[in-house]
Antibody, heavy 119, light 107 residues
């Protein structure tokens, strides 16, 4: 059974970089059938997909246009996890952040991390 | 981006009622449509994938239909524990997008 466990700070200062990690158990980040996503949710934006990383003989990334200039999603094969880095954050980046995966729909989700951007 | 529009935004129904929620895509997504249930403070839970396939462990009163641009989620006999927000999601192409959600209240 695949499980995802998130870690990272809940408070980030404006202009700094938000960093979260999602540890995978029960599957491999290098799986040829998996895709590893980051999604956030706020009252103003609802559920917003931020991007994903996946391996199909080589690594690929897809990012939402709204954050494309500020986001990096990296796999870490040594620790079997993947990470989110979102730079130059503003209060508008305040949200609950989730990692999620699944072969079709996203059937496995992390527990969620509430991230507040505030000085 | 493909826009996903759900209706209604909210509804109230009684235990035992048949409930239908619709989701319309701004362009064809064939059958790459998923439905989620979300309760306060919890992550979304996958109910239906591929427009009509029931995720394992989900009660059979939930069903999905549609293809192309128009989709429905049906709850055949509403139960008290179905009080939640329901969201559709397209995975036909990136960026993956979600509907705005439908809040379902039990009368």
């Amino acid at each position: 059974q695949v499980q995802l466990h998130q870690s990272g700070p809940g408070l980030v200062k404006p202009s700094q970089t938000l960093s979260l990690t999602c540890a995978i158990s029960g599957d491999s980040v290098s799986s040829n059938s998996g895709a590893w996503n980051w999604i956030r949710q706020s009252p103003s934006r609802g559920l917003e997909w931020l991007g994903r990383t996946y391996y199909r003989s080589k690594w690929y990334n897809d990012y939402a246009i709204s954050v494309k200039s500020r986001i990096i999603i990296n796999p870490d094969t040594s620790k079997n996890q993947f990470s989110l880095q979102l730079s130059s954050v503003t209060p508008e980046d305040t949200a609950v952040y989730y990692c999620a995966s699944g072969p079709g729909g996203m059937d496995v989700w992390g527990q969620g991390t509430t991230v507040t951007v505030s000085s | 981006d493909i826009q996903m529009t759900q209706s209604p935004s909210s509804l109230s129904a009684s235990v035992g009622d048949r409930v239908t929620i619709t989701c319309r895509a701004s362009q064809t997504i064939t059958y790459y449509l998923n439905w989620y249930q979300q309760k306060p403070g919890r992550a979304p839970k996958l109910l239906i994938y591929g427009a009509s396939s029931l995720q394992g462990g989900v009660p059979s009163r939930f069903s999905g239909s549609g293809s192309g641009t128009d989709f429905t989620l049906t709850i055949s006999s509403l139960q008290p524990e179905d009080s939640a927000t329901y969201s559709c999601q397209q995975t036909y192409t990136t960026p993956i997008t979600f509907g705005q959600g439908t809040r379902l209240e039990i009368k």
